[in-house]
């Protein structure tokens, strides 16, 4: 069992940035996989990127590609979304999600991970 927890969204003009954490409590993570998605207003929930139980390996949706940066640390057991260059179509709540994984792959399919985050809003706007 995982427990979640985002933070670091908030307001930030286009061309800013911003670091968004994510806190994981419960068991251990060398066997987990986890992923970052966000949900705009009126639209679906979609991925913007994961990253596998090791760390060496890493997808991007098409949103995120040169922009954003995952990592984490199963040690400190947290997540971190860095995020440049924003902007307006960014806006939306961004959700930390966890999944189990032996290989050391991820995905970015919504469905594919059972644990989840509250999320935190993040708006782009001038």
């Known amino acids: 069992q995982y427990q979640l927890v985002e933070s670091g969204g908030g307001f930030v003009q286009p061309g800013g940035s911003l670091t968004l954490s994510c806190s994981i409590s419960?068991?251990?993570?060398?066997?987990?996989?986890i992923g970052w998605f966000r949900q705009a207003p009126g639209k679906e929930r979609e991925g913007v990127v994961c990253i596998s139980r090791r760390g060496g390996y890493i997808k991007y949706g098409d949103s995120a590609k040169g922009r954003f940066t995952i990592s984490r640390d199963n040690f400190k057991k947290e997540a971190t979304l860095q995020m440049i260059s924003l902007e307006t179509e960014d806006t939306a709540v961004y959700y930390c999600a966890l999944r189990n994984q032996l290989k050391d792959v991820c995905g970015t399919t919504v469905g594919a991970y059972e644990y989840w985050g509250q999320g935190t809003q993040v708006t782009v706007s001038s």
């Open positions: 419960g068991s251990s993570l060398d066997y987990s996989a």
